[in-house]
């Protein structure tokens, strides 16, 4: 027997590697004030973690709407299913405390939480990159070669 899920089409924006991810959530009353408590910014944890998914080029949090709202949203290279599995794989629990205070939130390792991300997802009216014919490999590899390319250079002197 197939495990078929009722999936709702996927939003989101594509340009060249590059995807744009906007979702806008209810937040549980008083999760605002508990979201910012357990998030505490983005520290040098967490951005190794979000490292480890290796395609993420950037990512917001904004809660707003007399703190009734919050958006997520992301540049992410690749395609919709494996952003969501990366994070679902890679760093769940870090995902769930963030998202424990959304309104219905099922948790990163539910089957539905495809179908609730895609619910909630918009897709920006306009999107907009330097290059985003370049991954976030593509990106931290230059930075390698041209750390090193300088190092080389600095030597020469």
Request: charged share 30%; aromatic share 12%.
């Amino acid at each position: 027997m197939t495990n078929f899920h009722n999936t709702t089409a996927r939003p989101g924006t594509k340009k060249g590697v590059w995807n744009e991810f906007t979702v806008i959530m209810p937040l549980k009353p008083g999760g605002a004030n508990r979201m910012r408590d357990s998030f505490g910014g983005f520290d040098e944890e967490r951005t190794k973690n979000t490292d480890r998914i290796g395609t993420v080029h950037d990512l917001r949090f904004v809660i707003f709407d007399n703190d009734t709202r919050c958006i997520f949203a992301s540049t992410f290279d690749g395609d919709w299913e494996t952003y969501i599995d990366d994070f679902a794989t890679i760093i769940p629990d870090e995902i769930d405390l963030l998202f424990a205070e959304v309104v219905d939130y099922p948790g990163v390792r539910s089957p539905d939480i495809k179908d609730f991300i895609a619910k909630h997802q918009v897709s920006a009216m306009a999107f907009y990159g330097a290059y985003t014919d370049a991954s976030v490999r593509d990106v931290w590899k230059a930075l390698k070669i041209r750390k090193a390319l300088d190092q080389m250079l600095d030597a020469a002197n």
